[in-house]
């Protein structure tokens, strides 16, 4: 069964960083891009990052590029998004999704999410 | 970036009705689009991928179709259980981006 368990949310100060984890379990992790996907409170869906496989391909939404940094450790099975120069407009639940297959895929299948404020 | 709009925002409808939502994206997507269906709380969950394809375990009522720039998504017979928000996506081209929701409800 596949799982995937996010953490590393909370409250963090405009400007502060803060680092999401994802730990995936029940397929094949390096087989597969992974993606974090954010939702602003009681807003759509937003695509903010992809990894390939490998980890080294890595894609981003314009207004993280350059704050946020997706990175993976495959011998871990986790996933992890680096997020620095918060802003208020990054408050959200971010979710781990696993690709069905590479990068051009839907994504299959969402972690629970992770809650990330950011306020003074 | 590709827009996907949806139509319509919401709707209400009774128990056994058939319901379509539609999804147009700003440019040719060939069918490299899915939707999703999030129930409050909940992380979303895969019912239609490759525009047409129904994910395993999904009950048959739930179905997709187009192709290009034009989709749809129908629930043949309505079920309480399907009260939700849904949502379509494309993956043809970076940034994906997600059409804004559409929110189904029992009348």
């Known amino acids: 069964e596949v799982q995937l368990l996010e953490s590393g949310g909370g409250l963090e100060q405009p400007g502060g960083s803060l680092r999401l984890s994802c730990v995936a379990s029940?397929?094949?992790?390096?087989?597969?891009?992974m993606t974090w996907v954010r939702q602003a409170p009681g807003k759509g869906l937003e695509w903010v990052s992809t990894?390939?496989?490998?980890?080294?391909?890595?894609y981003y939404k314009d207004s993280v590029r350059g704050r946020f940094t997706i990175s993976r450790d495959n011998s871990k099975s986790m996933l992890f998004l680096q997020m620095s120069s918060l802003r208020a407009e990054d408050t959200a639940i971010y979710y781990c999704?696993?690709?069905?297959?590479?990068?051009?895929?839907?994504?299959?299948?969402w972690g629970q999410g992770s809650r990330v404020t950011v306020s003074s | 970036d590709i827009q996907m709009t949806q139509s319509p925002s919401s709707l209400s409808a009774s128990v056994g009705d058939r319901v379509t939502i539609t999804c147009q994206a700003s440019?040719?997507?060939?069918?490299?689009l899915t939707w999703y269906q999030q129930t409050p709380g909940k992380a979303p969950k895969v019912l239609i991928y490759?525009?047409?394809n129904l994910e395993t375990g999904v009950p048959s009522r739930f179905s997709g179709s187009g192709s290009g720039t034009y989709f749809t998504f129908t629930i043949s017979s309505l079920q309480p259980e399907d009260v939700a928000t849904y949502y379509c996506?494309?993956?043809?081209?970076?940034?994906?981006?997600f059409g804004p929701g559409t929110k189904v409800d029992i009348k």
């Open positions: 999704a696993k690709c069905r297959w590479g990068i051009r895929s839907d994504f299959h299948f």
């Open positions: 029940g397929f094949s992790f390096s087989n597969y891009a």
């Open positions: 990894i390939s496989g490998s980890g080294n391909y890595t």
């Open positions: 440019q040719d997507i060939n069918n490299y």
């Open positions: 490759d525009a047409s």
């Open positions: 996506q494309q993956y043809e081209t970076l940034p994906r981006t």
